[in-house]
Every structure is written in structure tokens, then in C-alpha cells.
């Protein structure tokens, strides 16, 4: 299997202290394994991401010698391919809709948190048939083998 890293900044400003050492451990990791360090820009934040900030954090990594073998990927840029993996996923049933509320997500966290319970999402829609708008709101829970990882 070959390694395959990635750093993401937001680009809302310069490369940080943070944000290099991140981006230095991930192509760390991945020159020492053999593999590919790919830069993927999460540009979703439209109201704060400028493309002067995208500049510097380029040029930050560029003066660290951090080289990226795949990218810049833009998030805003790959909605289409984000939406036909959602899509297949849909169609192999390792993944499905939930349309519940934030309310209702959020009263179902604190519920178990009060209980001492680790919080989780208990799969309700899971094999729910209820009809819903299509403007509805939703996310997506992917199955994994062992627990469930929304987005």
C-alpha cells in the first residue's frame, strides 16, 4: 500500500507556526515511507478565504522546501467529484442520509454525555423510508466497520 499524506490550510492568512509544523510532519512521514504529499487548499470558508492568503501560505511552504506531489486541490473546486462519490457511496449502501436536526443531534449528545456515555450518532435514520424535500436539509453518514463518521 503505498502512503499517501495530505495538508489542508484555510486560507485565511500566512502559514503559521502550526500549520508548518503539520504540513513538516505529514511530508516528513510521507518522503519516509516512500509516498506522496498532496496540498489541498479547504477554501469553503467563502467570507475569509482570500487568494493573498493562499499566496503566502504557497510561498511559506515553498521557503520550508515543503514540495507537494499532488495539488493544489481547491475544495470549492471538486464539489462535482465530492457529489458522485457521495452517489456511489448512496448506491452501495455504505452510506446514507440523515435529516435530523441539529436540536435534535445536539439533545441526543448531551444525553449521553449527562449519562457518561461517549457521544455518538445512534443511526436513527439509518434504515428510516420517510419522505423528505429535496431543499431539506441533510449530511451524510458513511458505515465503517466499526463506527459510524458523519460529514
Given at each position: 500500500?503505498?502512503?499517501k ?5 484555510s ?68 464539489f ?27 439533545a ?33 453518514v ?10
Open positions: 500500500m503505498k502512503i499524506t495530505r495538508f489542508a490550510p486560507p485565511t492568512g500566512y502559514l503559521h507556526v502550526g500549520g508548518a509544523r503539520t504540513a513538516l510532519y505529514s511530508w516528513l512521514f510521507a518522503r519516509n515511507h516512500g509516498g506522496e504529499f498532496v496540498l489541498r487548499i479547504e477554501d469553503t470558508d467563502l467570507e475569509r478565504s482570500t487568494p493573498e492568503a493562499i499566496e503566502a501560505i504557497m510561498d511559506g511552504m515553498n521557503w520550508l522546501s515543503l514540495e507537494w506531489d499532488e495539488g493544489p486541490y481547491y475544495q470549492t473546486k471538486r462535482d467529484r465530492y457529489n458522485a462519490v457521495i452517489d456511489q457511496m448512496l448506491e452501495e449502501g455504505t452510506a446514507y442520509k440523515c435529516y435530523c436536526s441539529k436540536e435534535r443531534l445536539e441526543l449528545r448531551e444525553e449521553q454525555m449527562a449519562k457518561g456515555e461517549k457521544p455518538r450518532y445512534d443511526g436513527r435514520c439509518r434504515h428510516s423510508h420517510e419522505h423528505h424535500a429535496d431543499d431539506e436539509p441533510l449530511l451524510y458513511l458505515l465503517t466497520r466499526r463506527k459510524f463518521c458523519c460529514f
